[in-house]
């Protein structure tokens, strides 16, 4: 927007700010994507990509959108017909399954709230029932980005294994890798999915599978039909240093930089960071009055907060209250939630200054919407940073 001074204030929940850093990393030359420079490059990326996801395996890079790996992860693994079992936590977990559903999958969702994560109990009963074993996946988003709801994935797989169910797990870490504590590995998740735009602080245009040994056993039996997707040639291209089609250069120039930052900084105080700005603003919720959509406290969001407005009141005026007169982005209720919720996007190129010159702008916004506050959040959330 030219009329308005200053740094706009991009606080939804993916795209996040970019750094200053990863912007200049960005704009060096692009070089021949099959020359020695690029192998070096690809193949440090490669390596240093994995403790990022916890894991020691692969982790294939696409030039593409986070939707893309989501169809990654289901046609390397899965066959016409094969069941999977969706965890209805929000709109992205909605999405993933209706895409599974397009691409001739058996789709079974265990309904969900949008409140609350996947839920590890309901996915036991389901798979005690499923005695012929027919249900081949189970998807789980980790951090629902619809709702600001972290789902507890090593639940989810206790509840898989103590089941003696062979079905593979998918998770979606989209937007809470390099924000919210994730191990791959540990965890024992199959496959892996995300992307650049969220956590890791870089614009959109990568997305990832890391690929676990029964993940990878699977792929050479699925009969989902792929070609740009397909794990094989990648994988044996990365083996060299290399990609089976032009890959985005440029953004990896970038992911070098924000990898750099990452660990320069260290992921756990990474994760850290995240949980401290998440209590902020949720103490600020709460001195407004107003209510956390994320009902379940062991799964608050350190990535965003979604707000629930009160009644009778407009969610998406708020915003474009907040737009207008203080050039922040917020992010959207999304499907079921349209115009009931806000979210504040709290991850990424962060710090104090940033939450609380966001949260001012969410208080000064309610007032001039006019949606009645009963408290100071901005002070609520400045004593919870002083003294933590
Ligand atoms: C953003 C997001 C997606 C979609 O990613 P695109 O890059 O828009 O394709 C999927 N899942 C989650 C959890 C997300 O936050």
């Known amino acids: 927007m030219d009329d ?15 750094p200053d850093e990863v912007l200049r990393a960005m704009s060096a030359p692009t070089i021949d994507h099959r020359g ?30 986070g939707t893309g790996a989501w169809e990654a992860a289901l046609v390397n693994t899965l066959s016409p017909g094969d069941r999977v ?26 309904p969900g709230d949008w409140r609350r994560g996947a839920d590890p109990d309901r996915l036991a009963e389901v798979l005690a029932a499923d005695t012929g074993h027919g249900i081949r996946a189970v998807c789980a988003v980790h951090n629902e980005t619809s709702t600001g709801v972290v789902s507890r994935i090593k639940e989810v797989r206790e509840a898989i294994d103590a089941a003696g ?50 993940a990878l056993e699977a792929s050479r039996t699925a009969r989902l039909a792929r070609s740009y997707w397909d794990w094989a040639p990648m994988l044996e291209a990365n083996g060299r240093g290399f990609t089976p089609y032009t890959p985005a250069t440029n953004l990896l120039y970038g992911l070098r930089e924000a990898l750099r930052l990452l660990n320069a900084e260290g992921l756990p105080a990474v994760f850290a960071r995240h949980d401290r700005y998440g209590r902020a603003v949720r103490a600020a919720v709460r001195a407004w ?11 608050y969001s350190g990535v965003l907060t979604g707000v629930l407005v009160p009644e009778h009141h407009d969610a998406d005026h708020v915003r474009r ?46 007032g001039h919407a006019g949606v009645k506050v009963a408290g100071d959040g901005l002070a609520a959330a400045l004593e919870l940073l002083d003294e933590h």
């Open 4 to 18: 308005t001074t200053g740094r706009h204030f991009l606080q939804i929940p993916g795209p996040s700010n970019v």
């Open 36 to 65: 020695p420079d690029f192998s070096a490059l690809f193949g440090e990326l490669l390596r240093d990509l994995r403790p990022v996801f916890g894991t020691a395996e692969p982790v294939i890079v696409y030039p593409s959108s």
């Open 85 to 110: 079992v969706v965890f209805e936590t929000g709109h992205f977990s909605t999405l993933w399954g209706e895409m599974a559903a397009k691409i001739g999958l058996d789709v079974q969702v265990i």
């Open 165 to 214: 169910h062979p079905a593979l797990l998918l998770v979606d870490t989209i937007s809470s890798l390099g924000s919210v504590d994730y191990r791959h590995d540990e965890w024992g998740v199959d496959v892996t999915v995300s992307c650049s735009q969220k956590g890791l602080m870089l614009p959109p245009g990568l997305a990832f599978n890391a690929v676990g040994p029964k």
């Open 289 to 299: 009055g107003l209510e956390v959509l994320c009902a379940d406290e062991r799964e």
């Open 321 to 366: 209250v907040i737009l207008d007169r203080y050039d922040m982005s917020l992010g959207a209720g999304l499907g079921r939630l349209a115009g009931r919720v806000f979210r504040i996007g709290h991850l990424g190129h962060t710090n104090d200054l940033t939450i609380a010159g966001a949260l001012a702008g969410v208080q000064m916004g309610l």
